[in-house]
């Protein structure tokens, strides 16, 4: 079983930084990509940014230039920087997997989420 354990939410205010942490345990061979969604009240699930293990990212249009994702494929964790925060990012983050081969399973693709951690940016 893999599991994604989240950190680094919270409140802030506009204008500051936060940054999240994401790392995946278990019977891990691989994993092809990580990322970061969010969901706000009344709203639907959106990416937010994503990384492959070649190091490859892909950013909504709403964070470019604000945040950065980073990988340390050693450590199958995940980062997400996010800088000049506006309160219009205030949601809750969720840290996915895609494509993870494991050992128990090396035939088999999954993908996994993790439980979410809440940034909220309000003065």
């Known amino acids: 079983q893999v599991q994604l354990v989240e950190s680094g939410g919270g409140l802030v205010q506009p204008g500051g930084s936060l940054r999240l942490s994401c790392a995946a345990s278990g019977s891990i061979f691989s994993i092809y990509a990580m990322g970061w969604y969010r969901q706000a009240p009344g709203k639907q699930r959106e990416l937010v940014a994503s990384i492959t293990s070649g190091g490859s990212t892909s950013y909504a249009d709403s964070v470019k230039g604000r945040f950065t994702i980073s990988r340390d494929n050693a450590k199958n964790t995940v980062y997400l920087q996010m800088n000049s925060l506006k309160p219009e990012d205030t949601a809750v983050y969720y840290c996915?997997?895609?494509?993870?081969?494991?050992?128990?399973?090396?035939?088999?693709?999954?993908?996994?989420w993790g439980q979410g951690t809440q940034v909220t940016v309000s003065s």
């Open positions: 996915n997997a895609a494509g993870v081969v494991t050992i128990t399973n090396p035939f088999r693709k999954s993908d996994y």
